[in-house]
């Protein structure tokens, strides 16, 4: 059970979320997206949200300021988040108006804006599942995604609420958090795309 819930908090990193976020919205919008526009924000995106934290990671790793990918002392978590919020803004301001979507580009405001919260959570010394910050997002933005193109994706919503239990049973299971901080992660990644809806939907 152990290596299943080490494995599923791999899985469902909150590194992949702003990915996952915007695969899911080349595969839902039944808008027209050439294959400039979308490798345009693809690979932009995957090199700032994916390949520069985990050089960065390795980095933090050698000097002493990160301990495994998963953060779990909540010291180790205040530099990650900080770049995070910086690379965000990023693809916020450098990526997203070369091809501009404001499906994605909300998205991203609702990302920024979750990071910033977990970030002066841990200011104030509330600890808040990362996992659950992600995956909250990604729920809200795949309901967000289904009613404003007014299409049926019952099931990768369904899929991704297991996911969400899934993670949460997952790092209970290891300890990595309690309850209460489980539910703050998930309402943070939640209430934050859900802010943000009445500017595009």
Do not use: D
């Not at 934290?53 to 205040?78: C, D, H, K, M, Q």
């Not at 289904?146 to 099931?155: A, P, Q, R, V």
């Amino acid at each position: 059970m152990r290596s299943l819930s080490v494995f599923l908090s791999y899985l469902f990193h909150p590194l992949l979320i702003p990915m996952a976020g915007t695969l899911s919205y080349f595969l839902v919008t039944p808008k027209y997206s050439p294959l400039e526009e979308q490798g345009g924000n693809l690979l932009p995106i995957f090199i700032l949200t994916i390949v520069i934290p985990v050089i960065t990671y390795l980095i933090l790793r050698n000097l002493g300021l990160a301990s495994s990918v998963f953060l779990t002392p909540s010291r180790e978590r205040f530099y990650p988040l900080l770049i995070s919020i910086g690379l965000l803004m990023m693809v916020l301001f450098k990526v997203i108006p070369n091809n501009y979507t404001a499906e994605l580009y909300y998205y991203f405001v609702g990302l920024i804006a979750a990071t910033a919260a977990c970030l002066l959570a841990l200011i104030l010394k509330v600890r808040c599942s990362l996992h659950m910050m992600g995956l909250g997002s990604l729920l809200m933005y795949l309901i967000a995604l289904s009613i404003h193109f007014e299409i049926n994706i019952t099931i990768a919503i369904s899929v991704c609420t297991l996911i969400c239990g899934l993670a949460a049973s997952a790092r209970i299971y290891l300890k990595a958090h309690n309850k209460a901080e489980i539910a703050i992660g998930f309402m943070i990644g939640f209430l934050s795309q859900l802010m943000t809806i009445k500017y595009w939907l």
